[in-house]
């Protein structure tokens, strides 16, 4: 499968998160769902499969709250070395949102490779 086709699937699975999916998700039938969908997802990695996730914790305003010590200075994903974490890419705004953090949790040839490529 080429890039246009996994960028076709990836749209055509984006488009059909409507008003009724959401709603779907909620109480049992969207616990079913999401214990369905991360079952298929630990099969198919257990082939042998490349698995990377991308999220986007951009605009949920962690630098906005306040705990009754004052805002964060910084805020950061929580740190693992197990395995579930590994090949997962969180966007973050900054502080500031002059900007976006990637957190990237690659094994290390992998980032070998990713720093070599984008970083020189």
């Known amino acids: 499968m080429g890039l246009p ?12 998160i409507d008003d009724d ?3 779907r998700l909620r109480g049992d039938e969207g616990c079913n ?12 990695c257990t082939k042998g499969a490349n698995h990377y996730g991308f999220t986007s914790w951009c605009k949920f305003g962690f630098y906005d709250i ?5 805002k964060p200075i910084w805020v950061s994903s929580i740190s693992s070395r197990c395995s579930f974490f590994m090949n997962l890419i ?9 900007g976006i953090e990637a957190w990237v949790t690659l094994d290390e ?8 490529e984008y970083c020189n």
Not at 33 to 44: C, N, V, W
Not at 66 to 70: L, R, S, V
């Open 5 to 16: 086709d996994l960028v076709n699937q990836v749209r055509k699975s984006i488009s059909r």
């Open 21 to 23: 999916y959401v709603k």
């Open 33 to 44: 769902l999401m214990r369905k969908s991360l079952k298929e997802i630990g099969d198919f």
């Open 66 to 70: 306040d705990f009754g010590f004052g």
């Open 90 to 98: 969180i966007l973050m705004e900054t502080r500031y949102d002059d």
């Open 109 to 116: 040839e992998e980032m070998k490779m990713l720093v070599g």
